[in-house]
């Protein structure tokens, strides 16, 4: 398995307070990603990294926010949580060039109420 | 951007039976992935595969890039092949994938 870890697995929290969600790398991978999981929609891009701090939106960032200042951790915000923000939430890494596949952490189930 | 087309979306199989998923998409792609998530919600690598054929055990796929589709062949399913099963593509720089919306597979003993 590739050496990725995704801190909280599980967390409820309240509409309007601020949350963290924490990607960890063993993989020295240059690319990271977030991307969200909702039924009907397969994941979606939220926010990328293709080096220490170099980011960019994706898909779906409204309301997201992120921050690599390592190569081994990308971090995901959430600056005031909505209900529409329950959802599960993966990272995954990949390497630079043609022949290199992205691997996904075990997601992290975050649920706002 | 690129649309990504999945079929069936759901599909019910008896043990020791065969299937064929298909990924369409809209447009040339550098990379071409298929996953199983399990039951648990964790996503695992089958292939990649831009192009050509690849085997697996009792797992193949094959891409035909000219024409835009992929095809996921499961022989002799058995029930821990159930979950759902993704294809995702890249077109773009930096390897972002896009996700079709998945194939939910239930293989009953």
């Known amino acids: 398995d590739a050496g990725i870890t995704q801190s909280p697995r599980h967390k409820v929290t309240e509409t309007g307070t601020p949350v963290t969600l924490r990607c960890h790398q063993t993989?020295?991978?240059?690319?990271m990603y977030w991307y969200r999981q909702d039924p009907g929609h397969g994941l979606r891009l939220i926010h990328y990294s293709y080096g220490v701090k170099d980011t960019d939106k994706g898909e779906v960032s409204d309301g997201y926010s992120v921050s690599r200042s390592k190569t081994e951790d990308f971090l995901l915000t959430l600056e005031s949580a909505t209900s529409s923000q329950t959802s599960v939430y993966f990272c995954?890494?990949?390497?630079?060039?043609?022949?290199?596949?992205?691997?996904f952490g075990q997601g992290t189930r975050l649920t706002v109420v | 951007g690129i649309q990504v087309e999945q079929s069936p979306p759901d599909l019910i199989l008896q043990e020791g039976a065969n299937s064929t998923l298909r990924c369409n998409f809209s447009?040339?792609?550098?990379?071409l992935q298929w996953f199983h998530q399990n039951p648990w919600g964790q996503l695992i690598n089958l292939f990649y595969?831009?192009?050509g054929t690849k085997q697996n055990g009792r797992l193949s796929a094959t891409t035909v890039a000219t024409e835009r589709y992929s095809l996921l062949y499961i022989s002799s399913s058995q029930t821990t092949d159930s979950g759902v099963y993704f294809c995702?593509?890249?077109?773009?720089?930096?390897?972002?994938?896009?996700f079709g919306t998945g194939t939910r597979l239930l293989v009953s003993p």
């Open positions: 993989e020295n991978h240059r690319y």
């Open positions: 995954a890494i990949s390497e630079p060039g043609a022949g290199t596949e992205a691997f």
């Open positions: 995702a593509v890249e077109r773009s720089s930096f390897q972002k994938l896009v």
């Open positions: 595969i831009p192009s």
């Open positions: 447009d040339s792609v550098n990379n």
